[in-house]
């Protein structure tokens, strides 16, 4: 950080206004991150003329907006998660390695469940809280590496991420074990009302977690972690345990997320179940505009990141590109969207129009 | 002894206590086989690992590098395999774009103040994108200027091979130290991860350092695409995927802290050997499942960054002092 960047950083970190609830009274970085979305389904939009068509088939939705909402209530799981948790200037490289973890639990405990286990904890119902609580531990762990062995979030979370896939790979013994539940299956693949059921996970986990920290003082508490460690402790703030929190609830979102994905599917695979996609995860919060120093977070905004970069994946799958350009695109798309919203990039552009003018 | 060196001597010492349980295992890690093996295996993400370090240094992150490895791949068995370009010529070219692709990168993070993450995510997807628009099939490479390469080795008494990625590892790092340790933009880089405001005020070129840094990284891991491509003899689009992941871990464990401005890259040398060893011994044992050395890297990890931990909660009254003053940030 240079003593340019001095300005922009204390503004970041100011933890005020705590009642403010997504793009409704933000500021201008909410305006952007909108702007971008609309432009960018807009584009979408000219690519194919019935982007925005929705059809009913079979008493189930189909249209690329559907299809753009169903691929992104996981990713929109994990960012709920990862807003929080760089918002107390921290970071989860783990949630993915979670998934992989979570999934490879649900299915293995629901397998013995199919192969006619009485025991009640292999009921899928039983199934699913037990793999909640290892995302929870995994969490855990997380957390008391950064908050009581006082490790950077980085590190603490690599370990993790390195790790988890192996932990993973030894709970299915290498394999990538299927199976064909239907409760399982429920939570990736069910319809309600026509509508695919992991929308309805996410904007349920969205409501609460905004409840939780929004009409408490939580979300504030965390705010002042993130702004300031220190002065948050000084304060009276239980830093540690604000800390602790937020990433049992990561991991908790990342099981969710896990399930999501097994039951799409109905397998788990260790090697490719949620791989990169704590890098997603991330990438929407930032666009989302919540800083990586932390401070201030914005959680309907990151999953508004989600839903920009989802829209722009559905897109290029409409689109005549050849299906290799896609990580070029969103490079391309990505860099845009944060250069929008970096301060400096705008005073540049303005600067040069001033001096053309 | 300096406190600063305790962190560098835990990793010689666990690398030695590694290498000696090997060795009680298997009598042949005593050997140059397994020795040039060692280095030759490890060569290409060693050498990414040697750029990591820089970066790291100060005080930012490169998760470009993997995908970098394997654009550069894809590129040179294109052009050399397929349109049939020079070698020599290739390699200049794919260098310079490698060089500019991470010099943009260092601009894009100092000019508009975007967080390093985020730019270098978005190297990685690019990179790895144009690997994939490229050539999305493993294109083998034929060309005589390659077996000439290969035929490059020194053979010891006992049949061990000191290969040309072995010897292209070693001189990276030799340069790598030189260039850390005895040079201004050493100094520069150091000071920048140390305290980036305070190296503005002693008139350290942030800007300037910051872009070189960037274009430093993906220089060498253009290297290291081009040392793969020639131990390898083909280039492959879906190679090196998530491989940032391992160098960053070797950075670590090879002592350089993640906030910069403490570190050597000597370190990082001998943590890459560490993995490799470990690598090298689950091969040999067989018995061990290859998810094991995922969890193993794991647990080095946790206990490098434990002990590191536990270090500097020790290191008196300087330490503490500083961080006194560091407080009000």
């Not at chain 1, 704590?278 to 932390?294: N, P």
């Not at chain 2, 894009?108 to 690997?131: C, D, E, Q, W």
């Not at chain 2, 008494?157 to 933009?185: K, V």
Request: hydrophobic letters at 55%; a positive charge.
């Amino acid at each position: 950080m240079n003593l340019e960047g001095k300005e922009v950083y204390s503004e970041n970190k100011r933890p005020g206004n705590f009642r403010m609830i997504g793009p409704i009274r933000g500021d201008s970085r909410a305006l952007w991150t909108v702007v971008a979305l609309l432009l960018i389904l807009f584009v979408d939009r000219l690519i194919s003329p019935n982007f925005f068509e929705i059809r009913m088939v079979n008493d189930r939705l189909i249209g690329s907006l559907i299809n753009i909402l169903d691929n992104s209530a996981p990713y929109a799981l994990l960012a709920i998660g990862m807003t929080l948790v760089i918002a107390t200037k921290g970071i989860d490289l783990s949630v993915g390695a979670v998934m992989a973890i979570s999934a490879a639990v649900a299915v293995v405990l629901i397998r013995n469940y199919e192969s006619g286990a009485t025991e009640f904890f292999y009921q899928p119902g039983f199934v699913i809280l037990i793999t909640i609580g290892v995302g929870a531990i995994c969490g855990l762990w997380n957390g008391i590496l950064v908050a009581f062995m006082d490790l950077q979030p980085i590190i603490a979370t690599l370990i993790l991420m390195v790790a988890g896939r192996g932990v993973a790979q030894l709970i299915t013994g290498g394999q990538s074990p299927t199976f064909t539940n239907d409760s399982l299956a429920f939570l990736g693949r069910g319809v309600v009302a026509g509508v695919p059921f992991p929308i309805f996970i996410a904007i349920a986990v969205l409501i609460v977690v905004t409840l939780l920290v929004r009409r408490t003082a939580l979300g504030l508490l965390i705010e002042a972690v993130g702004a300031n460690d220190r002065a948050s402790h000084y304060a009276g703030i239980q830093s540690r345990m604000i800390k602790l929190f937020v990433y049992v609830l990561s991991g908790m979102c990342a099981a969710v997320a896990g399930m999501i994905v097994a039951g799409e599917v109905k397998s788990a695979d260790p090697h490719t179940a949620g791989l990169f996609a704590e890098l997603d995860a991330i990438l929407a919060v930032v666009i989302g505009g919540t800083a990586l120093t932390g401070g201030r977070f914005y959680l309907a905004l990151s999953v508004v990141g989600v839903l920009i970069i989802q829209s722009l994946l559905v897109g290029l799958y409409v689109s005549t590109l050849h299906p290799t350009t896609n990580l070029v695109v969103k490079a391309f798309v990505v860099l845009a969207v944060l250069l929008l919203q970096s301060p400096e990039f705008r005073r540049f552009i303005t600067q040069i129009f001033r001096r053309t003018a | 002894m300096r406190s600063r060196f305790i962190p560098l001597l835990m990793t010689f010492i666990v690398f030695l206590v590694l290498y000696a349980i090997a060795y009680s295992r298997f009598s042949s890690f005593a050997s140059m086989r397994v020795v040039g093996n060692l280095l030759r295996d490890n060569a290409y993400w060693g050498i990414a690992a040697i750029g990591m370090t820089f970066v790291i240094l100060s005080g930012g992150i490169d998760l470009s590098v993997g995908s970098v490895i394997a654009f550069t791949g894809v590129f040179c068995a294109l052009m050399i395999g397929r349109n049939g370009w020079d070698p020599i010529v290739t390699f200049a070219v794919i260098l310079t774009i490698g060089t500019l692709f991470g010099a943009t990168m260092g601009f894009l993070i100092h000019r508009f103040k975007i967080p390093a993450f985020i730019v270098t995510l978005s190297g990685l997807f690019l990179a790895r994108g144009m690997a994939y628009v490229l050539s999305t099939d493993s294109i083998r490479i034929d060309h005589p200027f390659y077996e000439q390469i290969s035929s490059l080795v020194y053979i010891f008494p006992d049949r061990g091979r000191f290969t040309f990625a072995a010897a292209m590892f070693l001189l990276t790092l030799i340069a790598g130290i030189f260039l850390a340790h005895f040079t201004r933009f050493g100094r520069n880089v150091y000071a920048i991860g140390g305290n980036s405001d305070a190296a503005l005020l002693l008139g350290v070129p942030v800007g300037r350092t910051t872009i070189t840094i960037y274009a430093l990284s993906s220089f060498l891991a253009t290297f290291a695409g081009i040392v793969l491509s020639l131990s390898k003899k083909s280039g492959d689009s879906t190679i090196a995927v998530g491989l940032e992941l391992d160098v960053i871990a070797a950075v670590v464990i090879g002592g350089t802290l993640l906030t910069g401005g403490v570190g050597y890259v000597i370190g990082t040398f001998i943590a890459v050997m560490t993995l490799g060893t470990i690598q090298t011994y689950l091969t040999l044992d067989g018995s061990l499942t290859p998810w094991w050395i995922k969890i193993v890297i794991g647990v080095l990890l946790f206990a490098f960054v434990g002990l590191q931990k536990l270090l500097s909660r020790n290191q008196g009254v300087f330490k503490l002092r500083q961080r006194g003053a560091a407080a009000p940030s």
